[in-house]
């Protein structure tokens, strides 16, 4: 009975789907608490110099994540989607606390550990329960939402901590919203979240998609398409990571007031967080290959020019353009891999996805860290940017151009 009356859709599915937008958004909020104020953290409050020592919070955020979001894949099928959400919350539950009274950097590190944990739990289980309602169609829609829910969260709370630590200290003050989002989050995900196994069911029933002969290393390169995909995520979280680190460090060795240095830190996720409203919906009608070469070839071209600008104007043009390019990018990657695999393959798909993906963020804090130290931050910054364009010139050259979903609908 309960099976005859589940629909796939974006429209029969709108309370649900809705619910865990706003549930998406606390969890982006978590990871904006950081954006503004840790760096300078680090070395007002704790003394650390070396740019390597700094970045170490986001390697081990992007590690742990990376692996949370592998194991989520695998466990989504098995505990369901729903009691993983609620777990990550649940981690989630110290780490404003500890961001607020921590003694010493290695607490930090430990706050890092626990988010990376809330992210690949929480965020990953709501991207799959969105698939999980949509169906085949609007996919792309539906992760341009989420995703655009998640990171004008992170702006906002980066504009809204970089604000509250000008004018009343870097702590305790600014991380006070971290309770908020995450009591918030634990609470609406445990009385209104319903899991969405029988949607994938329903799913499966109907798709003529062939199952994946190795889900790890066809996602991860030997298919064409999902190996160009998890290839260009690793890059994207890579620059992502050096933009997280090294882009406030460089506006305060160019004397900007943290206020303001919170207004440009805002921007990049902001223009990536709303511009996925517009840009999830291009990759349902526009050929996706064509949609992730032109935004790895944005943000590469703006990594390059980052080095050469001087005041304000330039770095919030250059943060915006960054930001549609990766928005250009970000849902398109989550619709691909959907569309290319198989329901009962999809969830643990996605997770290898996201685990490359994701270890970017590690990777890219420790290259641009070494970098930065032995060679200059303006240097680290062109080395990433030539890492994206390689990444560009991969999807070009070898990504496939046909979508096995389309040429299924086809033969229906």
């Known amino acids: 009975m309960i099976k005859k009356e589940v629909q796939l859709g974006l429209k029969e599915n709108w309370q649900q789907f809705t619910l865990l937008v706003i549930v998406n958004a606390f969890v982006g909020g978590m990871v904006g608490l950081e954006r503004s104020v840790l760096p300078a953290l680090a070395e007002d409050e704790f003394g650390l110099a070396l740019k390597s020592t700094i970045l170490s919070f986001i390697v081990v955020f992007g590690i742990t994540k990376a692996i949370t979001n592998y194991y989520t894949g ?27 009274y921590a003694p010493n950097w290695n607490w930090i590190i430990f706050a890092n550990v626990l988010l990376g944990v809330n992210q690949g739990l929480a965020w990953s289980s709501t991207v799959v329960m969105k698939i999980d309602l949509v169906g085949d169609k609007q996919r792309g829609l539906a992760m341009g939402i989420n995703e655009s829910a998640g990171y004008i969260a992170v702006a906002i709370t980066a504009f809204f901590t970089g604000w509250v630590a000008n004018q009343y200290g870097l702590r305790p003050y600014p991380f006070y919203i971290g309770i908020f989002l995450v009591v918030l989050g634990l609470l609406v995900s445990i009385l209104f979240i319903k899991d969405t196994h029988h949607h994938v069911a329903k ?52 004397n900007f007031s943290i206020k303001d240095i919170g207004i440009l830190v805002a921007i990049y996720p902001a223009v990536w967080g709303i511009g996925q409203l517009f840009t999830g919906k291009m990759a349902d009608k526009y050929p996706k290959k064509q949609l992730l070469f032109l935004g790895m070839l944005l ?62 963020y590690a990777i890219g804090a420790i290259l641009t860290g070494v970098l930065a130290d032995s060679f200059g931050m303006n240097n680290s910054i062109v080395f990433i940017g030539l890492l994206t364009l390689l990444s560009a010139l991969i999807i070009q050259v070898r990504m496939s151009v046909n979508i096995k979903s389309t040429n299924t609908a086809k033969s229906k």
């Open 74 to 100: 695998t466990l989504a099928n098995k505990l369901g989607r729903k009691k993983l959400l609620i777990i990550g919350w649940l981690v989630g539950l110290p780490i404003p606390f500890i961001l607020m």
């Open 203 to 254: 799913e499966t029933s109907s798709n003529n998609i062939p199952r994946l002969k190795n889900i790890f290393w066809d996602t991860t390169w030997n298919d064409k398409t999902l190996g160009s995909v998890s290839q260009a995520g690793l890059i994207n979280n890579l620059n992502d990571g050096m933009v997280w680190g090294i882009f406030p460090l460089l506006l305060i060795a160019k």
């Open 299 to 360: 943000q590469a071209i703006t990594l390059l020019l980052f080095p050469l600008a001087g005041n304000f104007l330039q770095f919030a043009l250059l943060s915006a353009v960054l930001g549609w390019g990766t928005a250009l990018v970000y849902p398109t990657f989550l619709a691909t891999i959907a569309e290319n695999t198989n329901p009962v393959d999809r969830a643990e798909s996605i997770g290898i996805f996201r685990l490359w993906r994701d270890l970017g």
